[in-house]
């Protein structure tokens, strides 16, 4: 698990406990919590979408030709 992940996710922990001690209206409490959830959940898609691309180019790193076949195959159709 990478560092970011502890940080975001006690940085959370921390905004929640915050919003029950709080004497705020419930908006307010939500908008902190979504703004710091928000961080986590852009920092994972980016992670998610950088595994696919290099998990992608792992696959067309092959160069027998049966690889090359079926890859010429999945790019025409």
């Known amino acids: 698990m990478k560092v970011f992940r502890y940080v975001y996710v006690a940085t959370f922990l921390f905004a929640v406990v ?3 001690i709080a004497d ?27 595994a696919t691309a290099a998990a992608e180019r792992a696959e067309h790193a092959s ?4 690889d090359q076949i079926l890859h010429a195959y999945r790019e025409n159709s």
């Open 18 to 20: 915050m919003s029950f």
């Open 63 to 66: 160069n027998s030709l049966p």
């Open 24 to 50: 705020l209206p419930m908006w307010v409490k939500l908008v902190v919590l979504a703004w710091t959830v928000a961080p986590a959940l852009i920092n994972e898609y980016q992670l998610k979408k950088k």
